[in-house]
């Protein structure tokens, strides 16, 4: 039985990864509640788990075929009240033949988790990109160059 510690909150990432490694969305999102929310990179968002595989299967089947996540590390998780849970993950998107993943490729994931069903359940995860300063200004000048 699983325990309501930051070790237990902190594995979650882990087992994601090895799912992504397996282009396995139903396992990619296993720890995820019936009615989790994604917020994608762009702002879309996704509700329901079985709404997020049927979404990103296919991405595992076809783009992201062979991809892998790597480097993921957990720089923070806490338990912010009883049954109440927060972990950061970074991690960069290796793709098939690559050795180190672009710098635009990593990115960062805030989860909000939930102690329900005797384990954590992920109930809200944000997906963004971790976009240097440089690069920032880089977009915007061609944004206002168009």
């Given at each position: 039985m699983e325990q309501q510690s930051v070790e237990a909150l902190s594995a979650i990432p882990a087992r994601m990864c090895e799912a992504w490694a397996r282009g396995d969305a139903t396992g990619f999102y296993a720890d995820f509640a019936e009615d989790a929310e994604l917020v994608?990179?762009?702002?879309?968002?996704?509700?329901?788990?079985?709404?997020?595989?049927?979404?990103?299967?296919?991405v595992f089947d076809t783009v992201m075929k062979g991809s892998r996540l790597?480097?993921?590390?957990?720089?923070?998780?806490?338990?912010?009240?009883?049954?109440?849970?927060?972990v950061h993950h970074r991690a960069g998107i290796l793709l098939p033949g690559e050795e180190e993943p672009?710098?635009?490729?990593?990115?960062m994931q805030l989860l909000a988790v939930v102690w329900q069903n005797d384990r954590w359940e992920v109930a809200t995860l944000q997906n963004a990109r971790i976009v240097s300063f440089e690069a920032t200004v880089a977009l915007d000048n061609l944004a206002t160059a168009a």
């Open positions: 994608e990179f762009e702002g879309s968002i996704l509700r329901g788990r079985a709404a997020l595989i049927a979404a990103n299967q296919p790597v480097r993921s590390e957990v720089p923070f998780a806490r338990i912010l009240a009883p049954g109440y849970g927060v672009l710098s635009s490729r990593y990115v």
